[in-house]
């Protein structure tokens, strides 16, 4: 069985404090992208098996997929032992969820295959034990989150009159190390207030906290951001903890950017 994990973007992300347990709660609205990895799933007799193609996805044995198949077999024993091989397409360390879509779409597609009948609440336990973000891949349409971003809220945001899009400079953000950075805040404005609004105000009220502690680090991430207001742009944001920076277009819009061929970019309609 093959399934193709999608990634998404972040539409403002706000840090809101530390909490007791090391964890920071955040605010945040997850949008879903159609640039997607490659996951196929097949029953071994041996022992599971994971294969990388494409962008590596680091050492197998850290893999959120092969992490996602053995919590189901902990508690679902008679699940076979499987052959995996995931394609990377999506960028990784890019802020863009790629490793906790896979994650998500692994334990959809093991649900699916091995009949499993596992309930939708169940099925999201297992993907908040395997990353913050992951449970929103199993709902996979335009949510609020808070929480550690594992608490999430359907929100009826379109964007599918504007287009996207996406480029990552390649370089590898430790999460880690830009939380141990931040400083929580208090914002004037809740995002779920603020993308109510046209999305023209965006460029005012809706703000990555992170982009400040990246920019002073990467100038070219800055400068990234900068060029994409300078044509056109509605609204460019860094996602996640970055490195990838997106810009919001109008479909009509004309755009003609100068990318460096070392630059990973995309175009994406949005839905």
Not at 38 to 51: D, I, Q, W
Not at 58 to 76: H, M, Q, R, T, V
Not at 78 to 96: D, N, Q, R, S
Request: charged share 25%; net charge positive.
């Amino acid at each position: 069985m093959v399934t193709f994990p999608n990634c998404k973007i972040n539409l403002g992300l706000n840090i809101l404090q530390k909490r007791k347990d090391g964890y920071h709660d955040l605010e945040t609205v997850f949008y879903p992208i159609t640039l997607n990895d490659v996951l196929e799933v097949v029953s071994s007799e041996g022992k599971a098996e994971f294969k990388n193609t494409g962008i590596s996805g680091g050492e197998p044995s850290n893999n959120l997929c092969l992490k996602a198949f053995y919590i189901l077999k902990k508690d679902y024993p008679h699940l076979p032992e499987i052959k995996m091989h995931l394609h990377k397409t999506i960028p990784v360390g890019a802020g863009l969820g790629g490793g906790s879509a896979d994650a998500a779409f692994t334990l959809l597609l093991l649900n699916q295959k091995y009949d499993l009948n596992i309930p939708f609440d169940n099925l999201l336990e297992y993907a908040s034990q395997l990353g913050s973000d992951c449970p929103f891949f199993l709902v996979n349409s335009p949510c609020f989150a808070a929480g550690r971003g594992e608490k999430i809220e359907k929100t009826n945001l379109s964007l599918s009159s504007y287009k996207i899009l996406l480029i990552n400079p390649e370089i590898h953000i430790s999460t880690k190390e830009l939380f141990s950075k931040i400083k929580p805040t208090t914002p004037q404005k809740c995002i779920k207030e603020i993308i109510r609004q046209p999305i023209e105000t965006w460029k005012n009220d809706l703000k990555n906290d992170f982009e400040p502690i990246v920019f002073s680090k990467y100038e070219e991430i800055k400068k990234l951001k900068e060029s994409l207001y300078k044509h056109k742009a509605l609204y460019a944001s860094m996602t996640g903890t970055g490195s990838t920076v997106y810009a919001i277009f109008n479909k009509k819009d004309q755009v003609d950017l100068n990318i460096k061929n070392n630059l990973f970019y995309k175009w994406i309609d949005l839905e």
